[in-house]
Protein backbone atom coordinates (compact mmCIF):
# COMPACT_ATOMS: atom_id res chain seq x y z
CA UNK A 1 0.00 0.00 0.00
CA UNK A 2 3.01 2.68 0.95
CA UNK A 3 4.74 1.45 -2.30
CA UNK A 4 1.25 2.39 -4.32
CA UNK A 5 0.97 5.98 -2.48
CA UNK A 6 4.40 6.67 -3.28
CA UNK A 7 3.57 6.00 -7.07
CA UNK A 8 0.95 7.83 -7.04
CA UNK A 9 2.68 10.88 -4.78
CA UNK A 10 5.58 10.80 -7.59
CA UNK A 11 3.21 10.63 -10.85
CA UNK A 12 1.72 14.07 -9.00
CA UNK A 13 5.14 15.83 -8.21
CA UNK A 14 6.08 15.17 -11.61
CA UNK A 15 3.14 16.65 -13.49
CA UNK A 16 3.32 19.51 -10.65
CA UNK A 17 6.97 20.07 -11.73
CA UNK A 18 6.04 20.44 -15.70
CA UNK A 19 3.12 22.55 -14.66
CA UNK A 20 5.02 24.87 -12.76
CA UNK A 21 7.70 24.77 -15.12
CA UNK A 22 5.35 26.07 -18.20
CA UNK A 23 4.23 28.31 -16.35
CA UNK A 24 7.54 29.96 -15.74
CA UNK A 25 8.83 29.33 -19.17
CA UNK A 26 5.34 31.58 -20.01
CA UNK A 27 6.38 34.27 -18.62
CA UNK A 28 9.90 34.73 -19.67
CA UNK A 29 8.37 34.23 -23.25
CA UNK A 30 5.86 36.69 -22.56
CA UNK A 31 8.02 39.01 -20.65
CA UNK A 32 10.32 38.93 -23.78
CA UNK A 33 7.97 39.69 -25.92
CA UNK A 34 6.93 42.31 -23.79
CA UNK A 35 10.56 43.99 -23.96
CA UNK A 36 11.21 43.74 -27.53
CA UNK A 37 7.96 45.29 -28.88
CA UNK A 38 8.91 48.91 -27.49
CA UNK A 39 12.46 48.48 -28.75
CA UNK A 40 11.49 46.99 -32.55
CA UNK A 41 8.90 49.84 -32.98
CA UNK A 42 11.10 52.54 -31.97
CA UNK A 43 13.88 50.88 -34.27
CA UNK A 44 11.20 50.59 -37.36
CA UNK A 45 11.06 54.66 -36.80
CA UNK A 46 7.10 54.03 -35.55
CA UNK A 47 5.40 56.79 -33.94
CA UNK A 48 4.91 55.38 -29.86
CA UNK A 49 0.96 55.32 -30.12
CA UNK A 50 1.55 52.25 -32.58
CA UNK A 51 1.88 48.63 -30.77
CA UNK A 52 0.74 50.63 -27.16
CA UNK A 53 -2.73 48.37 -27.01
CA UNK A 54 -0.41 45.53 -27.56
CA UNK A 55 2.30 45.93 -25.05
CA UNK A 56 -0.70 47.05 -22.41
CA UNK A 57 -2.25 43.36 -23.20
CA UNK A 58 1.42 41.68 -23.04
CA UNK A 59 1.54 43.63 -19.77
CA UNK A 60 -1.72 42.10 -18.05
CA UNK A 61 -0.79 38.71 -19.69
CA UNK A 62 2.23 38.96 -17.83
CA UNK A 63 0.16 39.65 -14.64
CA UNK A 64 -2.49 37.18 -15.46
CA UNK A 65 0.32 34.22 -15.20
CA UNK A 66 2.21 34.95 -12.36
CA UNK A 67 -1.35 35.13 -10.53
CA UNK A 68 -1.48 31.82 -12.20
CA UNK A 69 2.21 31.00 -11.04
CA UNK A 70 0.74 31.80 -6.87
CA UNK A 71 -2.06 29.40 -7.63
CA UNK A 72 0.67 26.91 -8.55
CA UNK A 73 2.75 27.91 -5.46
CA UNK A 74 -0.12 27.14 -3.34
CA UNK A 75 -1.07 23.99 -4.77
CA UNK A 76 2.63 23.03 -4.67
CA UNK A 77 1.99 23.62 -0.58
CA UNK A 78 -1.26 21.85 -0.26
CA UNK A 79 0.26 18.66 -1.86
CA UNK A 80 2.74 19.26 0.15
CA UNK A 81 0.33 18.99 3.31
CA UNK A 82 -1.32 16.05 1.62
CA UNK A 83 1.57 14.19 1.35
CA UNK A 84 2.10 13.91 5.04
CA UNK A 85 -1.68 13.31 5.40
CA UNK A 86 -0.98 10.30 3.15
CA UNK A 87 1.69 8.71 5.27
CA UNK A 88 4.75 9.69 3.02
CA UNK A 89 5.80 13.24 5.26
CA UNK A 90 9.44 11.39 5.90
CA UNK A 91 9.65 9.97 2.26
CA UNK A 92 12.10 12.14 -0.44
CA UNK A 93 9.68 11.63 -3.82
CA UNK A 94 11.78 11.56 -6.99
CA UNK A 95 10.55 12.14 -9.95
CA UNK A 96 13.65 11.75 -11.81
CA UNK A 97 15.08 14.67 -12.30
CA UNK A 98 12.41 17.22 -12.96
CA UNK A 99 12.38 18.82 -9.88
CA UNK A 100 15.22 22.01 -9.86
CA UNK A 101 17.93 21.69 -6.81
CA UNK A 102 17.31 23.93 -4.26
CA UNK A 103 18.32 27.55 -4.48
CA UNK A 104 20.96 27.38 -1.85
CA UNK A 105 22.30 23.94 -3.26
CA UNK A 106 22.75 25.37 -6.65
CA UNK A 107 25.01 28.10 -5.55
CA UNK A 108 27.08 26.12 -3.23
CA UNK A 109 25.48 28.31 0.21
CA UNK A 110 24.18 26.84 2.98
CA UNK A 111 21.70 28.45 5.51
CA UNK A 112 23.17 28.91 9.07
CA UNK A 113 21.02 29.24 11.90
CA UNK A 114 21.67 32.66 13.20
CA UNK A 115 23.21 31.92 16.79
CA UNK A 116 26.20 30.28 14.62
CA UNK A 117 26.93 33.34 12.51
CA UNK A 118 27.38 35.44 16.48
CA UNK A 119 29.87 32.80 17.65
Do not use: N, Y
Not at 16 to 42: C, H, N, Q, W, Y
Not at 60 to 79: C, W
Not at 102 to 113: I, S, T, V, W, Y
Amino acid sequence: MLKQRRMVAEQIAGALFEAEAAIDAAIAKTAALTGVMPSLRAEAGASALIGQDAVERASQAIMSLAEARRAIVETHKELSIAKEQMGLGAVMIDTGGDKPPPLFARQGRQLRAVAERAA
